[in-house]
């Protein structure tokens, strides 16, 4: 009996320290003039639930509190828009008083010359070296043969599977595709080096700083640390040689004639960012685009039709070219239709660098705007009939000008790699539809709404065609 009593009133104190707690992160953040909503608990704040729940989370909160709510998020505390009118005058007015406001795990992980993070003439030196590597001509001559020799290599190994964990598969694919691009040639050690740690570093990016033994935010620190070592150790081999490297790395690294010259942990930082910012909307829309046109017949025939056309007026072997996937409309309306209905990128980052009034708010100085772009890809005043797999919507050219700034970001922040990561989806469609049929084998792990995959579950039984 006193066994008992002892726990109850263990459990008794608990319950009013748990309380306490809450109530006094509550009462540290109840300034006034602030949106509704809640903080939850010191430091972590209301981040097990927003990790865990996801879209859930952010619809229940919009319930209680409308659209623009304040939580606390990641470590920082946070204000969440999803109303259209606030997050567009966010995305287009970066300088005036909003700087990149994304959680220290990832500014610790990614670094802090990353393009994301930086911003004035810092980011300026980032972007233009970054659409230096991806001009036109960069595209023509350099980035499309390695994507195109990359994906037909990769594609034709897939004829001896018949099931094919097509999540496991393209998240491989969409690293070593960049990798490819990045530094190609590496030794196969070297790349399931560069692999193991880069997948330690995606997930401790969206950790709780806390650095402790064991924790995700820990882990994706010392992988940031080996990923620093082999790149330095890559460079300086670079450097010893003496050779032209015609590869991005090559041209980061390039003196003579380089009108954005960074300094080696400006490179490091590039080479992770540009990593990092496509393997999950390669890896999640290669996937996805699959899954939507099994379910939808008359989409797949359309595709396939546009693919089997270009290789008629080619050898078997003969590569893709930039004229080719420009001539992909209807691919590319695929793509984007995939990525507004899976929604990868579930918004952006900001921070106030001031105190600044926005919807009637009064919002201090240092927190954080989390422009949450999700619910708006399903705003029936953008799309008609948005829960529906429909890319013809988009081969009206003026909405993709006009809504995809929802899809990729908008303002300075446009997502400059966005043509690359088309091109790198088209060249994957291109060789998978015109050599595979395939019928979906998973499905017991689909979550409801919007129509995307758990973390795992989705196998496909492909077949020559």
């Known amino acids: 009996m006193g066994i008992v009593m002892v726990i109850i009133g263990f459990l008794f104190v608990l319950v009013l320290l748990c309380s306490a707690l809450l109530r006094w992160n509550e009462m540290r953040y109840n300034k006034t003039n602030l949106p509704p909503g809640t903080m939850g608990w010191p430091i972590f704040g209301e981040t097990t639930e927003f990790l865990k729940q996801g879209p859930d989370f952010m619809r229940n909160q919009r319930l209680r509190y409308g659209s623009f709510f304040k939580s606390h998020l990641l470590g920082c505390p946070t204000l969440v828009s999803m109303d259209t009118e606030i997050n567009r005058y966010i995305l287009k007015n970066e300088s005036k008083g909003l700087?990149?406001?994304?959680?220290?795990?990832?500014?610790?992980?990614?670094?802090?010359?990353?393009?994301?993070?930086?911003?004035?003439?810092?980011?300026?030196?980032?972007?233009?070296?970054?659409?230096?590597?991806?001009?036109?001509?960069?595209?023509?001559?350099?980035?499309?043969?390695?994507?195109?020799?990359?994906?037909?290599?990769?594609?034709?190994?897939?004829?001896?599977?018949?099931?094919?964990?097509?999540?496991?598969?393209?998240?491989?694919?969409?690293?070593?595709?960049?990798?490819?691009?990045?530094?190609?040639?590496?030794?196969?050690?070297?790349?399931?080096?560069?692999?193991?740690?880069?997948?330690?570093?995606?997930?401790?990016?969206?950790?709780?700083?806390?650095?402790?033994?064991?924790?995700?935010?820990?882990?994706?620190?010392?992988?940031?640390?080996?990923?620093?070592?082999?790149?330095?150790?890559?460079?300086?081999?670079?450097?010893?040689?003496?050779?032209?490297?015609?590869?991005?790395?090559?041209?980061?690294?390039?003196?003579?004639?380089n009108r954005y010259p960074l300094t080696d942990e400006e490179i490091r930082d590039q080479v992770?960012?540009?990593?990092?910012?496509?393997?999950?909307?390669?890896?999640?829309?290669?996937?996805?685009?699959?899954?939507?046109?099994?379910?939808?017949?008359?989409?797949?025939?359309?595709?396939?039709?546009?693919?089997?056309?270009?290789?008629?007026?080619?050898?078997?072997?003969?590569?893709?070219?930039?004229?080719?996937?420009?001539?992909?409309k209807f691919t590319r309306a695929v793509i984007l239709e995939t990525s507004r209905l899976a929604t990868i990128v579930n918004?952006?980052?900001?921070?106030?660098?001031?105190?600044?009034?926005?919807?009637?708010?009064?919002?201090?100085?240092?927190?954080?705007?989390?422009?949450?772009?999700?619910e708006i890809n399903y705003d029936t005043n953008l799309?008609?009939?948005?829960?529906?797999?429909?890319?013809?919507?988009?081969?009206?050219?003026?909405?993709?000008?006009?809504?995809?700034?929802?899809?990729?970001?908008?303002?300075?922040r446009l997502c400059p790699g966005k043509e690359l990561g088309i091109v790198e989806i088209s060249s994957f469609l291109h060789y998978f539809v015109t050599r595979y049929r395939w019928e979906e084998m998973g499905g017991d792990k689909l979550m409801v709404f919007p129509r995307v995959f758990a973390p795992k579950g989705f196998h496909l039984r492909i077949s020559p065609y």
């Open 383 to 412: 799309y008609k009939d948005p829960l529906i797999f429909n890319p013809w919507r988009w081969m009206e050219k003026s909405l993709e000008s006009q809504n995809s700034c929802f899809v990729f970001g908008g303002g300075t």
């Open 272 to 328: 992770v960012t540009i990593l990092y910012s496509g393997y999950e909307t390669v890896s999640t829309t290669s996937m996805m685009a699959l899954k939507y046109l099994h379910d939808h017949p008359k989409a797949l025939e359309e595709l396939r039709r546009e693919h089997l056309t270009i290789r008629e007026r080619k050898r078997q072997d003969d590569p893709l070219d930039l004229e080719n996937v420009k001539s992909m």
């Open 99 to 257: 700087v990149p406001g994304y959680p220290q795990s990832m500014l610790d992980i990614l670094g802090t010359c990353n393009m994301a993070a930086v911003h004035g003439s810092s980011h300026r030196l980032m972007r233009g070296s970054l659409l230096s590597l991806i001009s036109s001509a960069m595209m023509r001559d350099h980035i499309l043969p390695k994507v195109d020799y990359f994906m037909r290599s990769y594609l034709g190994q897939w004829s001896e599977l018949e099931n094919v964990d097509i999540q496991d598969k393209t998240k491989h694919m969409a690293f070593l595709s960049s990798l490819s691009q990045i530094a190609g040639n590496l030794r196969k050690p070297l790349v399931e080096e560069f692999k193991n740690e880069f997948f330690k570093l995606v997930v401790g990016t969206l950790s709780v700083p806390i650095d402790l033994p064991g924790t995700n935010y820990r882990c994706g620190i010392q992988a940031r640390k080996n990923i620093d070592r082999l790149l330095s150790e890559l460079m300086q081999e670079r450097k010893d040689s003496g050779e032209t490297f015609t590869d991005m790395l090559g041209y980061l690294m390039k003196k003579e004639d």
């Open 347 to 374: 918004g952006v980052l900001r921070k106030t660098t001031r105190d600044m009034e926005i919807n009637g708010y009064l919002i201090p100085k240092g927190w954080r705007i989390y422009v949450y772009t999700r």
